[in-house]
């Protein structure tokens, strides 16, 4: 079965950029799925960040749009993210999840165990 | 962006309890609704697709319900291991968007 692991710094300075990486295992990245990322900020609730198809294909949430970038490495059956500009708004915990379909319901399934992001000086 | 909007934000709720979490979306979305359970520390798991599908490997006592604006998570007999926070999420259009979240708690 598939599963998820997201790696990165823990720690991004403001203004500095985040980048993190979510390595699939149990599957190929080139299969017929979507790969996304999700935050969630300390107590508070989800944020959809954006999703990448294998081709490329990308949808960004347009409050992120300016600021983020999504990519895929096939070679090493990844998936990365960055945001630039950080702020303390952006610390949050950061999860990588595949989105499965059927039709056009799509849900997120598995999800990475998540990574804790603190933008501080 | 489609707005989603949970019901109750909290509750408490003894063991074997029925219990209830109502979404509603700012527009119409059809079925496209999926259901999240998450522990303290962990990720969210999916729970319930499209509405009302059961996602494998979810206890039977978990069943989700509605279409269009209004939806229902409803747990059967409420278990000790259910106690966590729920979320709905739109997947009708990006960006996805999720409820804020019912915290499930034990009375």
């Known amino acids: 079965q598939v599963q998820l692991q997201e790696s990165g710094p823990g720690l991004v300075k403001p203004s500095g950029t985040l980048s993190l990486t979510c390595a699939v295992s149990?599957?190929?990245?080139?299969?017929?799925?979507?790969w996304s990322w999700v935050r969630q900020p300390p107590g508070k609730g989800l944020e959809w960040i954006g999703e990448?198809?294998?081709?490329?294909?990308?949808h960004y949430n347009p409050s992120l749009k300016s600021r983020v970038t999504m990519s895929v490495d096939k070679s090493k059956n990844q998936f990365s993210l960055k945001l630039s500009s950080v702020t303390a708004a952006d610390t949050a915990v950061y999860y990588c999840?595949?989105?499965?379909?059927?039709?056009?319901?799509?849900?997120?399934?598995?999800w990475g165990q998540g990574t804790l992001v603190t933008v501080s000086s | 962006d489609i707005q989603m909007t949970q019901s109750p934000s909290s509750l408490s709720a003894s063991v074997r309890d029925r219990v209830t979490i109502t979404c509603r979306a700012s527009q119409s979305i059809s079925t496209y609704l999926n259901w999240y359970q998450q522990k303290p520390g962990k990720a969210p798991k999916l729970l319930i697709y499209?509405?009302?599908s059961l996602h494998s490997g979810v206890p039977s006592r978990f069943s989700g319900g509605g279409s269009g604006t209004d939806f229902t998570l409803t747990i059967s007999s409420l278990q000790p291991e259910d106690f966590a926070t729920y979320y709905c999420?739109?997947?009708?259009?990006?960006?996805?968007?999720f409820g804020q979240g019912t915290k499930v708690e034990i009375k």
């Open positions: 149990g599957g190929s990245i080139s299969s017929s799925n979507w």
């Open positions: 990448i198809y294998h081709s490329g294909n990308i």
């Open positions: 499209a509405a009302s």
């Open positions: 999420q739109q997947s009708y259009s990006t960006p996805y968007t």
């Open positions: 999840a595949r989105i499965r379909y059927s039709g056009n319901d799509r849900w997120f399934d598995p």
